[in-house]
């Protein structure tokens, strides 16, 4: 089946320092979709990448949708202490379904 | 409502009953998708609804799942004879439409099996 390989699993960082995350796949997605989870929340989504190639910024996010359609990152710059949560990538497929990637946990030390 | 309402937040059974959670989508929205997340993954894929009709339901586990949506608003997701392994938190998610990728969440429901 579909699988997505994000990486990495938790990251520590300092505030004001910039977070880079990734996610692979196996298959091809007609969509990449970077969503945010805080505890007790259910996601909501930051970014949705629609073509091959697409680079889309959400204020300090910047998401890209790989060329080869198999890969997508998240960039957070400047990073703050709201931006800690857990992000997920998804990549949407043919029959509109997500499938998702394990999460990468933000920690911020202030 | 103004966003995704899911009820109970949190449900503790035992072994081998029944249980029922339910779903207020998006006033409008067609499309309603139920997930499921264990601890430290993502959501995974359940049953998806367009209207009345369940549109995919291959993410079910196995028959001890159904899920319906008799107005094509509300749905509920029915567990039968649980089992310590159905512990999750189980989300729902509303959509426009089908190929809207701009669902949005429920805060979910934590189903604790004992």
Aim: hydrophobic share 35%.
């Amino acid at each position: 089946g579909q699988q997505l390989n994000q990486s990495p699993q938790s990251m520590f960082i300092q505030e004001g320092e910039d977070v880079s995350m990734n996610c692979t796949s196996s298959s091809i997605f007609n969509t990449w979709l970077w969503y945010k989870q805080d505890p007790g929340e259910g996601p909501v989504l930051l970014i949705a990448l629609y073509k091959a190639g697409e680079l889309t910024s959400n204020g300090r996010l910047t998401a890209q949708f790989g060329i080869t359609r198999k890969d997508s990152f998240l960039n957070i710059s400047a990073s703050i202490p709201s931006d800690v949560g857990i992000y997920f990538c998804a990549g949407q497929d043919s029959n509109y379904q997500l499938i998702w990637g394990a999460g990468t946990k933000l920690i911020i030390k202030p | 409502g103004a966003g995704v309402s899911q009820t109970p937040s949190n449900k503790v059974t035992e072994k081998g009953k029944y249980v029922e959670l339910r779903c207020d989508p998006i006033s409008g929205h067609t499309a309603l998708y139920w997930y499921r997340q264990s601890l430290g993954q993502g959501p995974e894929f359940l049953i998806y609804f367009q209207g009345t009709g369940a549109a995919d339901d291959s993410g079910l586990p196995n028959d001890r799942f159904f899920a319906v949506r008799p107005e094509g608003s509300v749905s509920t997701l029915k567990i039968q004879r649980t089992e310590r392994g159905d512990s999750a938190v189980y989300l729902c998610a509303s959509s426009p439409d089908s190929g809207n990728t701009e669902a949005f969440f429920g805060q979910g429901t934590r189903l604790t099996v004992v």
